[in-house]
Antibody, heavy 117, light 109 residues
Framework: EVQLVESGGGLVKPGGSLRLSCVAS????????MTWVRQAPGKGLEWVGR??????????DYAAPVQGRFTISRDDSKTTVYLQMNSLKTEDTAVYYC????????WGQGTLVTVSS | QAVVTQEPSLTVSPGGTVTLTCGSS?????????PYWFQQKPGQAPRTLIY???NKHSWTPARFSGSLLGGKAALTLSGAQPEDEAEYYC?????????FGGGTKLTVL
């Protein structure tokens, strides 16, 4: 089955860290550019960042609000993409989705991150 | 970072036609922005309707179509159904960070 499954969300205090994981199945993960998107409660979608496939350089891009605090990485042997979130702020509270754009058009179910004291 | 604009809300009658648009603060939207359209219903994860301007997924109802119109990306719904009431988001890909529009709340009434 073609799917993405996120995990790792939870409650964290401001200034804390959290690592989200997204396990992919049903497609050739090593060829995929993977994207993280978030949605704050009652708000719209926000693009967080993206990692290219290793064959395309494996480089990353980030949205301005998370640049320098969030890091996306991948482990093709585990078909997993990660989102390391440091120096978390209350405004990072959101459901985080990993997605594969393009012809696959695949979304995970999301994982909730709550940043609160 | 660019700003992507969508109509905040639109209303369409059942069986009617409506066009949602997606503009860019950097200028005209082109196929080089690979416009995407997503649908999200309350309490659900979004799903992709259109990719690369015009391409549909196997699950995309035939009544949805994507295009470029007047310097913007456009999503046209022809023959609206009650189940099409939802929030619709566009996404434009730039050379750096990509950007979502703020979303259009579509009411079928």
């Amino acid at each position: 089955e073609v799917q993405l499954v996120e995990s790792g969300g939870g409650l964290v205090k401001p200034g804390g860290s959290l690592r989200l994981s997204c396990v992919a199945s049903g497609f050739t993960f090593s060829n995929a550019w993977m994207t993280w998107v978030r949605q704050a409660p009652g708000k719209g979608l926000e693009w967080v960042g993206r990692i290219k496939s290793k064959t395309d350089g494996g480089t990353t891009d980030y949205a301005a609000p998370v640049q320098g605090r969030f890091t996306i990485s991948r482990d093709d042997s585990k078909t997993t993409v990660y989102l390391q979130m440091n120096s978390l702020k209350t405004e990072d509270t959101a459901v985080y989705y990993c997605i594969r754009l393009g012809a696959t058009g695949l979304w995970g179910q999301g994982t909730l991150v709550t940043v609160s004291s | 970072q660019a700003v992507v604009t969508q109509e905040p809300s639109l209303t369409v009658s059942p069986g009617g036609t409506v066009t949602l648009t997606c503009g860019s603060s950097t200028g005209s939207v082109t196929s080089g922005h690979y416009p995407y359209w997503f649908q999200q219903k309350p309490g659900q994860a979004p799903r992709t309707l259109i990719y690369d301007t015009t391409n549909k997924h196997s699950w995309t109802p035939a009544r949805f179509s994507g295009s470029l119109l007047g310097g913007k990306a456009a999503l046209t719904l022809s023959g609206a159904q009650p189940e099409d009431e939802a929030e619709y988001y566009c996404l434009l890909l730039y050379s750096g960070p990509s950007v979502f529009g703020g979303g259009t709340k579509l009411t079928v009434l």
